[in-house]
């Protein structure tokens, strides 16, 4: 216990890093609870929404057209009808792939203030002023699809929170049920920590309203776009400024020590998730358990842990197998995410960095980060370059208690359920095809010079980047 109380993870030093680098603050007096299964998430949703009174901001990167959705179109529907202010984040894109406008539209009809980020099918035409119309097609096409909202979260009264991987629909709400389903993770927090995503959420959805209107007003003589955001940001600090008991009923309810930690690449030009994890893997001393749908780092990150592993860290990465990734997404968009997964494998391995493939009927979709047990990451970021460099993401980072331990064992049930890939499997792949020998993302720039690779430092100094 004296090793655990002592690790560096743990220190003030470390602490005080981590605000700098995130922008973030370490809150005491929380209550957690882990919830590995999409029906233990479920069972705690319904509940908080049931009993709501106030306020209810949700967050989701999809909401498919099921039972389940139906379900929460209609407790929705029934909550603004008692009076409670209910709003809702969705990433645009996957509406058209949930095939979700619909139900959306619903529960706009119904009172539900709903808001889709970054819409797809808008600003297509080039400018033929700018140069080649089709360079400006595909970067347009690349932006837009890099620039998406992967958040979920269910915030009520702005007193309890349920973060985490897992979205709206039977495939998540039936976890841990039906073979079929996902495995994947939530956490529930209450306390001081709550206020942070509160406030996040109020800032993003004033934003995220702005980006609508300012679409919508942008041909008007006069418009002023500075401005118009200025006013957006005024009126998210006033409605924050004044703490209405709806939103910030701030009380300690448990020991816990958590930090939220927003990840808003485009929305603010920083990459805080991807700093609070190359510190956190700086620091690791015995292991580094991680996870997500499709394992695909970038350099900056896959060289990070390889770091960790010449210092005697263990490193395990799972993903899913070919068979489980068919689950996903389009067949995982047609066996993309599979190949481009596979061709990270060499590399890795050869640099000890040990890769679990999913062998259960349900994909894995869980996101959880454990080191050491002494600190847990629960939320939406995946092992990724769009996460990485490109997606909002939330996260909740619990230092010390049960929890990182709690999740290590869930990692342990898990490893079993997986198969270890074999260096002797891997194959080096064309070097089209390498993602290691691509040019660096120039995102790379983005984060703190104190935590590049001695590798991806060169490069970035050597203008080894893709251009724009």
């Known amino acids: 216990m004296s090793d655990i109380q002592t690790h560096p993870l743990l220190e003030s030093q470390f602490q005080a890093e981590t605000d700098r680098l995130t922008g973030t603050v370490l809150r005491e007096g929380n209550s957690v609870t882990f919830l590995p299964s999409g029906s233990q998430s479920y069972a705690k949703r319904w509940e908080l929404i049931e009993g709501a009174r106030h306020s209810l901001d949700l967050a989701t990167f999809s909401i498919i057209n099921d039972g389940t959705s139906q379900r929460l179109r209609d407790l929705l529907a029934k909550k603004v009808k008692e009076g409670v202010a209910v709003r809702m984040i969705v990433d645009d894109l ?24 970054h819409k797809v099918f808008r600003d297509w035409l080039p400018d033929l002023r700018k140069g080649s119309p089709f360079s400006q097609l595909v970067q347009s096409f690349r932006y837009k699809i890099k620039r998406r909202f992967h958040e979920k979260f269910t915030l009520v009264d702005g007193r309890e929170l349920i973060l985490g991987g897992i979205n709206w629909g039977d495939k998540y709400a039936f976890g841990g049920i039906r073979p079929e389903a996902w495995r994947d993770t939530d956490i529930y927090l209450a306390g001081p920590a709550v206020a942070d995503v509160q406030r996040q959420f109020i800032r993003s959805f004033f934003l995220y309203d702005a980006m609508e209107k300012e679409y919508e007003a942008r041909q008007q003589p006069g418009f002023d776009r500075e401005a118009h955001y200025e006013i957006a940001r005024v009126q998210a600090e006033t409605v924050i400024a004044a703490k ?50 499709a394992i695909r780092p970038p350099r900056i990150i896959a060289e990070s842990l390889a770091q960790a592993v010449q210092r005697g860290v263990e490193v395990r990465l799972i993903t899913n197998s070919k068979e489980s990734s068919r689950g996903l997404l389009l067949h995982g968009f047609f066996g993309f995410l599979y190949r481009e997964c596979a061709n990270h494998f060499h590399w890795l391995i050869e640099h000890g960095i040990r890769v679990f493939e999913w062998h259960k009927p349900g994909a894995f979709h869980s996101k959880n980060l454990v080191i050491d047990d002494v600190v847990a990451a629960i939320g939406s970021y995946n092992v990724a370059n769009g996460s990485t460099f490109h997606h909002t993401e939330s996260s909740l980072i619990v230092y010390g208690g049960e929890m990182p331990a709690a999740v290590r064992q869930q990692f342990e049930i898990d490893f079993k359920d997986c198969r270890e890939v074999q260096l002797s499997e891997t194959k080096i792949p064309p070097r089209k095809h390498d993602p290691f020998l691509r040019l660096l993302d120039r995102r790379n720039l983005l984060i703190d010079r104190s935590l590049l690779t001695d590798a991806v430092r060169q490069d970035l100094d050597a203008g080894r980047i893709k251009p724009r």
């Open 244 to 293: 209405p008991t709806a939103y910030f009923p701030v009380s300690a309810a448990g020991n816990e020590r958590v930090r939220y930690v927003p990840h808003k690449p485009y929305d603010e030009e920083r990459l805080r998730m991807t700093e609070a994890c190359l510190l956190m893997f700086q620091k690791a001393q015995r292991y580094i358990y991680w996870g997500c749908h």
């Open 94 to 117: 996957a509406v058209y792939s949930a095939m979700s406008a619909g139900i959306l539209s619903e529960m706009g009809k119904a009172g539900v203030a709903v808001i889709r980020y």
